[in-house]
């Protein structure tokens, strides 16, 4: 043979017997062959050396490796191994300089169709790392491609040497002092972590793992490439590739707090993807509470993907049946509202995050949605977002009250006393600016949501049920956050703008009723009584064009008012309006409420029946006004317990005008023609 580079030298050459047991099908003639081969190189003499190595290696690839014969490529590997072992023991550091030879061609082996030929691959490549060790890291990336194959190899003679090549490379990184390029690994385990076999999983986590406890090396920016597959691997079966899917997660998880960041813009989508997945328990804990650990290092991201967040953590509140998942719920729940409440602009202090990088109307919608879920613990955290957004980005929220207001309409009539009163404490939040010193557009912005959520209640589907139901709870307590004048006041201008659309709503009787008898609107009653200020008349003018189309309610307010002169014109225009056996029952109702402690004052002004003389003529319109019954007989009897009726309609009917000397007077005309006009206008309409 001449070598490539100088014909004059005279090259070593592989004896033709060696040649033959190197091809031959017993094993152990094989061995023999690859250990004259070791021999032969070991003897070669210094000024042949380079070449002569060069020579043998390449009679071994082109006459036993790359050759059909199955024996001789499983030969020629042995041989190749041996050649390795023979210049490890050379002190002239000889061997880096032909392991390019070598390892490519052995590891070319391990996609031979002939298991046995890739089990004397992986003989050989084990005998060369053991002597090579540190020198074999430049192909640990195509070292780890082989051997994730290998491990799921249906040969079990194959896996075994996997086994044997798994230890030892992983070995061979521990002992590694130099910094470690990551991404190569990671791109591979990256394409691999979607694999079902377990026997891969293992493998895959058990070198994730391997690499991660070698001093120096951080997954950290790498993380996101394999976190959705670590999660996957995590739900498997199989508790031991649990477990170590576990400590990685912890460790990973751990890095990353201690570092103070996260990539949440590559992370968090990963996360809520297997937090919203019920049907995996164990990958959706984990990534809860990745979730709640995350969330702070990434302010931004956080309130970006805010509405996702949403979606995972609140119904996760009611639906988990594991104390440990609840409270991590909570725990998202809690730090996402910090971080939105911390991202608003205040005088005080820049803001942590951006406001802006929250979409605010795919917040709404989210939190919308949970408000139409069963759970309460899940609506009441929604209502809680909702108070907090009105505090913290009050310009925001008011631009979407049209989503807000049907929810939480919904939410004031639900069953549950906790939900309605919470949701009543939003929209009385909502129907007043948050911040101090606020502009005119401000509070005029505040006052249209209230309007609006008025209308909305007052024209809701099944609204005549649902008020007479709850709707004494809901006036009281909102009574109760605003104020009655408000309400009363909102009501009217509701009411009102249902008359302008042709439609004045079911149920203004009932909630005439509540007015009248609820201790929360004691204040009106009073004021209404006495008519002090411009602003009791003001708001009895309102309520009272409010309440006209339905007649016996307005007669109703003029008997709190105490305008009995009133009250008697009112009656005598609605015995001219088709009496119908309604009208009949709501003057019942209305003489049941005369009879509660609410107009204890009206009942002892009959026993001056002198001053008090259209009282009485406006009790006697309302008993005329009734059918024979139960409450004909009440008023009948009460008219006829007071002494002497007689005698003061006798005199000329007219109150005496020194009783309220005080008392502010109603433009008593105007009402009485807006009265008209309402029912002239219901009467064309019928």
Not at 435 to 449: D, K, N
Not at 597 to 616: C, E, G, I, K, S
Not at 621 to 636: D, E, I, K, N
Request: some cysteine; overall charge negative.
């Amino acid at each position: 043979m001449q070598p490539k580079d100088g014909p004059s030298l005279s090259l070593p050459s592989i004896s033709n017997a060696v040649t033959a047991r190197l091809a031959d099908k017993i094993y152990k003639k094989r061995r023999s062959a690859a250990l004259d081969v070791q021999h032969l190189v070991k003897e070669l003499a210094p000024s042949h050396k380079e070449a002569g190595v060069k020579e043998i290696i390449r009679v071994l690839k082109s006459e036993f490796v790359y050759k059909t014969n199955p024996n001789a490529r499983k030969g020629g590997l042995m041989a190749l191994s041996a050649v390795t072992i023979a210049l490890a023991d050379h002190v002239d550091g000889i061997l880096p300089r032909h392991l390019d030879r070598i390892v490519p061609t052995v590891l070319s082996s391990f996609s031979d169709p002939d298991s046995s030929v890739r089990y004397s691959a992986c003989e050989a490549l084990y005998n060369i790392a053991k002597v090579a060790r540190q020198m074999m890291l430049p192909y640990i990336d195509q070292i780890f491609d082989i051997l994730a194959r290998l491990v799921a190899d249906t040969n079990d003679e194959a896996q075994n040497g996997a086994g044997l090549l798994d230890r030892l490379f992983k070995d061979i990184l521990s002992e590694q002092d130099d910094e470690i390029e990551l991404q190569p690994f990671v791109d591979l385990v990256a394409e691999r972590m979607y694999v079902l076999d377990p026997h891969s999983r293992e493998f895959l986590v058990s070198w994730i793992h391997a690499l991660y406890t070698v001093p120096g090396v951080s997954f950290r920016s790498s993380l996101p490439q394999f976190l959705d597959g670590l999660l996957r691997i995590a739900q498997d079966p199989h508790r031991s590739i649990q477990r170590i899917c576990d400590e990685l997660l912890e460790g990973f998880l751990a890095e990353i707090q201690q570092a103070g960041r996260c990539d949440g813009t590559r992370v968090l989508p990963v996360l809520l993807k297997h937090a919203s997945d019920t049907d995996h328990t164990r990958s959706r804990t984990l990534a809860l509470t990745w979730l709640a650990a995350v969330l702070p290092l990434d302010p931004r991201s956080a309130l970006v993907h805010a509405p996702a967040v949403i979606d995972v953590a609140l119904p996760t509140l009611s639906t988990s049946h594991v104390d440990a998942v609840r409270e991590v719920a909570v725990s998202i729940n809690q730090r996402l509202r910090s971080i939105v409440a911390e991202a608003a602009p205040t005088g005080d202090h820049a803001p942590a995050a951006d406001a802006e990088a929250l979409d605010f109307g795919a917040t709404v919608m989210a939190l919308a949605q949970q408000l139409t879920v069963k759970s309460v613990t899940t609506r009441l955290a929604a209502l809680r977002w909702i108070l907090m957004l009105h505090r913290a980005l009050p310009d925001k929220l008011y631009d979407h009250t049209q989503q807000i207001t049907p929810v939480l309409l919904q939410s004031v009539f639900e069953p549950s006393d906790r939900v309605s009163r919470l949701a009543l404490e939003c929209v009385a939040e909502i129907s007043s600016w948050p911040l101090p010193a606020p502009t005119a557009e401000q509070e005029a912005l505040a006052h249209r949501a209230f309007a609006d959520f008025v209308v909305a209640m007052l024209t809701m589907d099944d609204g005549q049920r649902r008020l007479v139901s709850r709707g004494a709870f809901v006036l009281c307590a909102l009574g109760g956050f605003l104020g009655p004048a408000t309400v009363c006041r909102a009501l009217a201008e509701g009411l009102l703008v249902l008359q302008d659309r042709g439609s004045c709503g079911a149920a203004m009787h009932h909630l005439c009723h509540v007015i009248m008898c609820a201790d929360e609107f004691e204040p009106i009653r009073d004021g209404f009584r006495h008519m002090n200020t411009a602003a009791d008349v003001a708001l009895f003018g309102t309520m009272y064009k409010a309440w006209c189309p339905a007649a016996v309610a307005t007669v109703a307010l003029c008997f709190l008012a105490e305008q009995y002169e009133h009250a008697c014109h009112l009656l005598l225009r609605i015995a001219d309006l088709e009496v119908t056996l309604q009208t009949g029952a709501e003057v019942a109702l209305l003489v049941s409420t005369l009879e509660s402690p609410t107009f204890a004052r009206l009942r002892m002004q009959l026993l001056d029946t002198r001053r008090n003389a259209h009282l009485v003529k406006a009790l006697y319109g309302l008993l005329l006004l009734l059918p024979q019954g139960s409450a004909y007989s009440c008023l009948r009897s009460r008219i006829a317990t007071v002494a002497e009726v007689a005698a003061a309609l006798d005199h000329p009917c007219g109150d005496d005008p020194t009783a309220c000397a005080d008392k502010m007077p109603i433009d008593s005309k105007e009402l009485l023609a807006y009265f008209d006009n309402v029912h002239s206008y219901a009467s064309v309409g019928r």
